[in-house]
């Protein structure tokens, strides 16, 4: 399904990929994650993070004050929401075919990498297949993830239990 995966957009460094990811009500990041977000930084990982308001707004910041920008990709589909702090980005596209009722998304080269079916144009955002999408792209290329919870968003649950039968260790720091 991946296009992005374990071969990135950003700096080679050698080391591996961190999801960032977290709750929309959430507008900090921890001071341990923080810190952790440094070390990791320094050591030369990437990170892949996702383009919502909240703790991912939150952590591009982060990420930008701490010199990260080089490694750290933000994917979006369609478009980029956020991204005040000029860190690289790789955009999915929606592609609809009306007579055969499919949503292609596809790459930056335009091959299509997944489909689904949707009753029509409209439906494209309010399909699982398109709001799970880029979740799933971060999980697969991911070594590990951190996550900014509020204990209680079913999206951050679903993403942290998805990862745990993926067998890719999920630090969650509940705020």
Not at 3 to 30: A, C, E, H, N, W
Not at 106 to 119: A, G
Not at 148 to 157: F, T, Y
């Amino acid at each position: 399904m991946e296009s992005y995966g374990k071969q990135g957009k950003g700096r080679k460094t050698g080391m591996g990929k961190i999801m960032l990811f977290g709750s929309t009500d959430v507008y900090t990041v921890p001071h341990e994650v923080k810190k952790a977000i440094e070390d990791f930084a320094k050591a030369g990982w990437e990170f892949i993070i996702g383009s919502r308001n909240g703790a991912e707004a939150a952590l591009h910041k982060e990420l930008s004050a701490l010199g990260a920008r080089e490694n750290t990709t933000i994917l979006g589909l369609d478009e980029i929401y956020n991204n005040k702090w000029d860190l690289n980005e790789y955009i999915y596209k929606t592609v609809y075919d009306e007579e055969s009722k499919t949503c292609y998304i596809v790459d930056e080269n335009e091959e299509p990498i997944h489909q689904f079916k949707v009753p029509n144009i409209i439906s494209i955002p309010s399909s699982p297949d398109y709001f799970t999408f880029l979740s799933k792209v971060m999980m697969d290329a991911c070594d590990f993830a951190i996550c900014i919870w509020n204990g209680e968003s079913k999206a951050e649950l679903n993403n942290i239990r998805t990862l745990g039968i993926k067998n890719k260790p999920c630090y969650r720091f509940i705020v």
